[in-house]
Antibody, heavy 117, light 110 residues
Framework: QLVQSGTEVKKPGASVKVSCKASDYTFTSYGLSWVRQAPGQGLEWMGWISVYDGYTSYAQKFQDRVTMSTDTSTSTAYMELRGLRSDDTAVYYC????????????WGQGTPVIVSS | SYVLTQPPSVSVAPGETARIPCGGNNIGSESVHWYQKRPGRAPVLVIYYDTDRPSGIPERFSGSNSGNTATLIISRVEAGDEADYYCQVWDKTTDHPGCVFGTGTKVTVL
């Protein structure tokens, strides 16, 4: 199970940090990706973190603005997005990799992030 | 980067078969996964590795993948199948692997 933090409302230029707490499985055995969906748009992959060793791989679009991290002591993953713009308004999901570089078998419930002045 | 193309919409009558294509260059050599996305809900994996079905997903959901097209097939369509469907692959063609989602297809049950 993946449980995410609640709705965030931010002003343009601010940062947001979304959390994703895992339970009922060995946290370090699976990678995690972050995926977002803007209103009326499709699913967009933001990046991936290997919980085992902290290695990250970000989509080029977000390379300069995103940081993904984990806290293995609390089985929690984090996604921080900086320099927020209005087009970052979206629902952000964490998703567990079933196997390395494969499918996503479990998803968080989603965290709405609203960017508005 | 790798591009996956899906039709924006597919309409199907209850009890009929819906076929949702996902086009990509030589996609038959990739592993394709499919997700169902309902409004306000998290995506749900319905097919993985082209043809495998997670536990709890009805046998009515199946998949195929060959050449330049992967296909999600929903047999005996029910009203509850109405949702958006996305295909997904990992683009390993560069030294910076990345996940790619298709453009999404809205399935409407008439």
């Amino acid at each position: 199970q993946l449980v995410q933090s609640g709705t965030e409302v931010k002003k343009p230029g601010a940062s947001v940090k979304v959390s994703c707490k895992a339970s009922d499985y060995t946290f370090t055995s699976y990678g995690l990706s972050w995926v977002r969906q803007a209103p009326g748009q499709g699913l967009e992959w933001m990046g991936w973190i290997s919980v085992y060793d902290g290695y990250t791989s970000y989509a080029q679009k977000f390379q300069d603005r995103v940081t993904m991290s984990t806290d293995t002591s609390t089985s929690t993953a984090y996604m921080e997005l900086r320099g927020l713009r209005s087009d970052d308004t979206a629902v952000y999901y964490c998703a567990r990799e079933g196997r390395a570089l494969s499918f996503f078998d479990y998803w968080g419930q989603g965290t709405p992030v609203i960017v508005s002045s | 980067s790798y591009v996956l193309t899906q039709p924006p919409s597919v309409s199907v009558a209850p009890g009929e078969t819906a076929r949702i294509p996902c086009g990509g260059n030589n996609i038959g050599s990739e592993s394709v996964h499919w997700y169902q996305k309902r409004p306000g809900r998290a995506p749900v994996l319905v097919i993985y590795y082209d043809t495998d079905r997670p536990s709890g997903i009805p046998e009515r959901f199946s998949g195929s993948n060959s050449g330049n097209t992967a296909t999600l097939i929903i047999s005996r369509v029910e009203a509850g199948d109405e949702a958006d469907y996305y295909c997904q692959v990992w683009d390993k063609t560069t030294d910076h692997p990345g996940c790619v989602f298709g453009t999404g297809t809205k399935v409407t049950v008439l």
